[in-house]
């Protein structure tokens, strides 16, 4: 199957709210980072009048939405495809899941796992609602939550603002446990984020850019596949993106380790060939393939479990069980194992299974 292949980030801020770049700067910082599209979601503002192509770069408008009363704050969610403001219903996390729905829009939970860092006076803001329904799905890795994560003295702080690759490994476990807990029961789609703000800290006579919106849109990369390519209209295009993050037809993927472009998961049942994000029905076996652009450590999960793994760029495995089966890949670097690239499931179902 032949699929178009694009590029983005999601999940940063403007200068609409704590960003320190307008939707213009922005879309001239992703259009030098070779991004196909980005989505600023600013905090509890739907920025109107700024989406459309810019140059090759096609720049989207979504919303974070949270209680800024609530303590301990909690509960962020990212929503996509909307023309109406939903911050109003912030207080209740599933109002807002229904309000963003109700437009026909598609949401997914941000950093459902945070981990505070003291030493900088950064709180931790994870999910806590989990008897919401009716999300699309859960940003499995957030790049700026996880680099918080991984700051416990100030040497470490003034470590990582500087070589950040050193510390940052791929989404947390307790999140990809949470996610396949999920998918047990009903799709989840996974997507990731970068949580860009490009702030400036100082420490003493240190002045540092933590981080730049070009180093997180080089790093964090949300790639999408649609048969329809782009065709430079905005309302085809968006739909060509959302419809892609709709139905999990994506990958998260940490592009500093290596190109992820050209990455695929796909599943063949007789004549019936589906990619990640999609259901196949096993009549006798599925062969699920995996080819990667360069060599990595790949697994292959059925379940949350791993069923198979290899190192190279190419995984052949036969299933005979239905289940939940997605992809792991991992490059060394810094004398450890990274993250690479995490797929979104293929959904192996029996004959006439709900």
């Known amino acids: 199957m032949n699929f178009n292949e694009y590029v983005g980030n999601v999940h940063l801020h403007t200068t609409c709210s704590d960003g320190t770049a307008t939707h213009e700067e922005i879309a001239r910082i992703a259009q030098s980072a070779r991004l196909d599209f980005v989505i600023p979601t600013d905090h509890n503002v739907l920025a109107k009048g700024k989406e459309g192509w810019y140059g090759p770069t096609l720049?989207?408008?979504?919303?974070?939405?949270?209680?800024?009363?609530?303590?301990?704050?909690?509960?962020h969610y990212l929503a996509f495809n909307i023309t109406k403001d939903v911050a109003p219903y912030a207080q209740d996390p599933q109002a807002v899941i229904d309000a963003v729905n109700a437009q026909g829009g598609l949401g997914f939970i941000a950093h459902p796992f945070e981990h505070s860092a003291p030493v900088v006076n950064e709180a931790a803001f994870p999910w806590v609602d989990w008897t919401v329904t009716g999300y699309t799905g859960l940003e499995i890795w957030n790049y700026m939550s996880e680099f918080k994560a991984h700051l416990p003295n100030m040497f470490r702080v003034v470590l990582l603002a500087y070589f950040p690759q050193t510390a940052m490994r791929g989404p947390f476990p307790e999140t990809l446990a949470q996610w396949d807990e999920l998918l047990r029961t009903r799709k989840v789609v996974a997507i990731c984020g970068s949580d860009a703000h490009a702030t400036t800290y100082r420490l003493g006579l240190l002045v540092r850019e933590v981080f730049s919106y070009?180093?997180?849109?080089?790093?964090?990369?949300?790639?999408?596949?649609?048969?329809?390519?782009?065709?430079?209209?905005?309302?085809?295009?968006?739909?060509?993106?959302?419809?892609?993050?709709?139905?999990?037809?994506?990958?998260?993927?940490?592009?500093?380790?290596?190109?992820?472009?050209?990455?695929?998961?796909?599943?063949r049942s007789g004549a019936v060939e589906v990619i990640m994000g999609d259901e196949i029905t096993l009549q006798s076996q599925i062969l699920f393939e995996v080819s990667s652009p360069q060599r990595a450590h790949i697994h292959l999960l059925k379940d949350g479990t791993v069923v198979a793994h290899t190192r190279g760029k190419k995984l052949r495995y036969t299933a005979r069980e239905q289940g939940v089966y997605r992809v792991e890949a991992y490059r060394r670097c810094l004398f450890r194992e990274r993250g690479w690239v995490f797929t979104n499931p293929i959904y192996a179902r029996a004959p006439n299974s709900s």
């Open 59 to 75: 720049l989207l408008v979504g919303e974070e939405i949270h209680d800024t009363q609530r303590e301990p704050e909690a509960n």
């Open 214 to 267: 070009k180093h997180l849109f080089q790093a964090s990369g949300l790639h999408i596949l649609s048969a329809e390519g782009f065709n430079g209209q905005l309302d085809h295009d968006k739909k060509v993106i959302y419809e892609a993050l709709r139905e999990g037809h994506c990958f998260t993927a940490y592009d500093l380790l290596g190109d992820t472009r050209g990455f695929r998961f796909v599943a």
